[in-house]
């Protein structure tokens, strides 16, 4: 053969075998094909404003406080060690600080919860139906010390439960923060409640409550259901995990002004969004890479039968399963550049949130 022949053979036969591996990659993918476009959802929306809709700012008028709601946790483990002393004892340590510069015109109850039954299951029942209000609104605040000083660990946690009946010693009201339930305790619900749920009904409701959480030495797990309870209840997550660390707080809380406590909350917050922004990306991002990497390792694994079943050549089989792994590879760039996006998403919205939490630490702090 000639060589023009010969070369003008090779011009019409490749553009004939390229549709024709085009034409059979088609048809695997109609016959035993994966959604691939279905792993390309679903990305998550970055928040960058980590103030409620009642933060007040620097120079706004504090609210007076007028009713405060101790929620004391009395469950069997605080009576686990926080550094040489229990945290029970810390517990009451930090409700005595609480206590000391309670003004004379707020009135103070305290609610226990966990203090009855055992922490086994043989106690469950009466440990989860043993929320009790120790100390109804009044302004004697010795006597809700004495009955604090007084519990011991004993049972379960029914959290829920103990914001509901924190709320029955609360009023009406139509101002954010005239009315605070402070809770105490070093773990999760454990008696079946949403405790989430009956902050937010505190806060979002007739009572307008703020939900104060203190947390002592609490695991990952159970720390973010507390911290997802102060922030449904409009409040400050504290976490505490040394016996310094609740000095530090003792210190602090008995030196604070409005100013400061708005300043901790406006970070408690910001600490809470970024680290949503954060887990909320983690999360996407490893779907999509689960998600394409499923399908195309189950399109690989299918592709050889399917090509004996539809009785392709060797030269066909192997066209195929390169212009599969092209598409696959595609799709894996596409995913880096989503990564890529939405990581990029991820820094610039927790970067906004630094940067307004920094804007409202420099506002505080002027006027503190």
């Known amino acids: 053969m000639r060589p023009l022949a ?18 059979l ?3 695997f993918l109609e016959d035993r094909g994966e959604d691939i476009e279905a792993c390309f959802v679903d990305m998550p929306r970055m928040h960058t404003n980590q103030r409620d809709a ?7 008028t504090p609210v007076p406080l007028r009713r405060l709601v101790v929620a004391f946790d009395a469950s ?22 609480l206590l000391d510069d309670l003004p004379d015109d707020v009135t103070a109850s305290l609610v226990a919860f966990g203090h009855q039954g055992t922490n086994d299951d043989a106690g469950r029942a009466d440990s989860c139906a043993g929320v009790e209000t120790l100390v109804p609104d009044t302004g004697d605040t010795a006597a809700l010390r004495t009955a604090a000083g007084a519990l011991e660990p004993a049972g379960w946690t029914p959290l829920a439960d103990a914001l509901a009946a924190a709320g029955a010693q609360l009023a009406p009201s139509d101002t954010v923060g005239e009315q605070v339930v402070y809770v105490v305790s070093d773990g999760e619900e454990t008696c079946g409640g ?11 409701g007739d009572i307008r409550a703020v939900v104060n959480i203190l947390g002592l030495d609490l695991p990952a797990d159970e720390r973010a259901q507390l911290e997802a309870v102060a922030q449904a209840g409009g409040g400050l997550f504290t976490s505490i995990t040394t016996q310094s660390e609740l000095a530090r707080e003792i210190e602090e809380r008995r030196r604070r002004n409005a100013n400061s406590i708005e300043l901790l909350k406006t970070n408690n917050q910001a600490s809470i ?9 983690g999360g ?43 598409g696959h590879d595609a799709y894996d760039a596409r995913a880096a550049e989503i990564r890529s996006a939405v990581e990029a998403a991820r820094d610039d919205a927790n970067q906004a949130v630094q940067d307004q939490r920094d804007t409202d630490a420099a506002e505080f702090e002027a006027v503190r």
């Open 6 to 23: 010969l070369i003008a053979l090779i011009l019409t036969v490749a553009p004939a075998v390229a549709q024709d591996t085009d034409a």
């Open 25 to 27: 990659l088609a048809r």
């Open 54 to 60: 009642e933060f007040r700012g620097a120079t706004d």
């Open 76 to 97: 069997g483990s605080m009576a686990g060690a926080l550094g040489g002393d229990t945290k029970m004892a810390a517990a009451k340590q930090a409700v005595d600080a």
């Open 194 to 204: 949403d405790p989430v749920e009956q902050a937010l009904a505190l806060h979002d």
């Open 273 to 281: 969004t970024q680290r949503r922004n954060s887990n909320a990306t």
């Open 284 to 326: 996407a991002l490893l779907r999509l890479g689960n998600c394409i990497g499923m399908r195309s390792l189950r399109e690989g694994n299918r592709v050889r039968a399917w090509s004996r079943d539809n009785d392709l050549t060797p030269d066909q089989q192997t066209a195929l399963r390169t212009s599969l792994k092209a």
